[in-house]
């Protein structure tokens, strides 16, 4: 008779634990997921899936637009908020689906509800403890708000996928990469948009000219920005809401949207009691292995908030999986991780910023182009596509790829195999482009930046 009751539990059915308990059961394992909310987590169900459906929908407004100078006439147009989001709805109840099929077939027992971790082996879920040889955390993160007067009245990322309607005006706050999607989002849907951010600019942590590039190409498309701007308290006025700034100016709004900002998902899964160590953000800490400070307790993804990606939460789920049940000690690769932005225009990385590189090898060879794509030509927009390549000087090593423009994160997935694989300028130099794309300008910029 076995000693436990599975050989893997797993908390948390997002992407990285449903690929960890797929990968595990078919490696021979017995295992078991339990989630209290709804499978596929936050990408598939308040994260990545739905704000690409509303990024693709928010873009019609500019493609209606722009068809005139091609040559078509465009009718009377109307959006159906509602609509979208009924769709939208549709779809994520098809992914639901999908992750609960690919659970079941894999032999992977589903368990509803919150589960609590009772000791290194043992989880309880309503009531009901199960045991474990070793039990995996994979719960996530979660929205947070500020502790200001009247924050009750704010939304998060959570709330803006389900309301009823689209507010005609709508205030984001904050300078992360939801915020500045969901301000194109409301702005390309017809809201007049404001995003308010208390740094000097958004978006830290990127290269400098995509953060420059992006902000100048968002104002042109009508959305607001304002920087240095903190706000000390928001206030209900009939159907709208006003935010008082700390400078005592105030802007009013029917919807006020907070992305400043998610927190690890802990509470109440009984970790500490456990005894394992958390980070003063509340993150689970984890080794190269992800395991954490108790023997047999593992942890992935947002939870140990370090790079919070879907993709790689499903990477380190894979390698939980094999170091647990195929023999391979394996720890995950947090190197060069391609990302995207959906902002409008959209973010492609990878690699090393500018800042960054300096940092790591000193003189640096930076290539930059900025052009009106050929698109814009007959349409008369002066939207411009920002890339960028950030080289070593000693090995010319490319070490870093940025863009802004259409289809940036599509573009930048190729690059990202060329960095991955410690490609250098004569490597992207001697490779063909395709003609007529924005992609050929990753390999016919020729002369560097003048040295700084």
């Given at each position: ?275 394992v160590v958390l980070d003063d953000a509340g993150a689970v800490v984890v080794d190269e292995l992800l395991r954490t400070s108790v023997p047999g307790i593992f942890a992935i993804g947002d939870v140990t908030n370090r790079l919070n990606l879907t993709p790689v ?10 170091t647990l049940f195929a023999g391979r000690p394996t720890s995950p690769d947090h190197a060069d991780v391609p990302t995207a932005v959906f902002s409008q225009p959209s973010i492609g990385t990878v690699g090393l910023t500018e800042s ?97």
């Amino acid at each position: 008779m076995a000693q436990y009751d599975f050989d893997l539990f797993v908390i948390g059915a997002g992407s990285g634990g449903v690929r960890a308990s797929r990968m595990s059961a078919s490696y021979g394992a017995r295992v078991a997921v339990a989630e209290e909310r709804y499978l596929g987590g936050t990408c598939v169900n308040v994260g990545c899936i739905p704000k690409k459906l509303l990024v693709y929908a928010a873009h019609y407004g500019e493609d209606f637009e722009d068809a005139a100078g091609f040559g078509w006439t465009v009718g009377e147009r109307s959006f159906d908020w509602a609509r979208l989001i009924e769709n939208k709805d549709r779809e994520i109840a098809r992914l639901n689906s999908v992750y609960a099929r690919l659970l079941d077939d894999a032999g992977v027992k589903r368990i509803e509800g919150r589960a609590r971790v009772v000791d290194a082996h043992t989880v309880e879920v309503a009531g009901r403890r199960h045991t474990a040889a070793n039990l995996l955390i994979a719960t996530g993160g979660w929205p947070t708000l500020p502790e200001i007067p009247g924050i009750e009245h704010a939304i998060t990322s959570n709330e803006a996928f389900y309301l009823k309607d689209l507010p005609r005006s709508v205030i984001v706050v904050g300078g992360g990469y939801i915020a500045v999607e969901f301000a194109g989002i409301f702005n390309g849907l017809g809201a007049r948009t404001t995003e308010l951010y208390r740094g000097e600019l958004f978006l830290r942590g990127f290269d400098d000219d995509v953060r420059r590039t992006l902000a100048d190409e968002m104002r042109k498309k009508g959305v607001e920005l304002r920087f240095g701007a903190n706000v000390a308290r928001i206030e209900k006025q009939g159907s709208s809401l006003r935010a008082v700034l700390a400078d005592g100016t105030a802007l009013e709004a029917e919807q006020i949207l907070y992305a400043t900002g998610r927190a690890p998902n802990v509470a109440g899964l009984g970790l500490e009691a456990a005894g394992v160590v958390l980070d003063d953000a509340g993150a689970v800490v984890v080794d190269e292995l992800l395991r954490t400070s108790v023997p047999g307790i593992f942890a992935i993804g947002d939870v140990t908030n370090r790079l919070n990606l879907t993709p790689v939460a499903i990477h380190e789920g894979m390698a939980v999986a094999a170091t647990l049940f195929a023999g391979r000690p394996t720890s995950p690769d947090h190197a060069d991780v391609p990302t995207a932005v959906f902002s409008q225009p959209s973010i492609g990385t990878v690699g090393l910023t500018e800042s960054a590189a300096r940092e790591r090898y000193g003189a640096l060879d930076v290539y930059r182009t900025s052009f009106r794509p050929l698109r814009h030509t007959l349409t008369g927009r002066e939207e411009k596509t920002m890339m960028k390549l950030v080289v070593d000087r000693a090995s010319q090593r490319v070490v870093g790829a940025h863009m802004v423009g259409p289809d940036a994160g599509e573009i930048i997935q190729g690059i990202a195999i060329a960095i991955k694989l410690r490609a250098t300028k004569a490597d992207f130099d001697r490779t063909i482009g395709i003609h007529p794309t924005a992609a050929e300008e990753f390999v016919t910029m020729r002369t560097p930046l003048p040295s700084a």
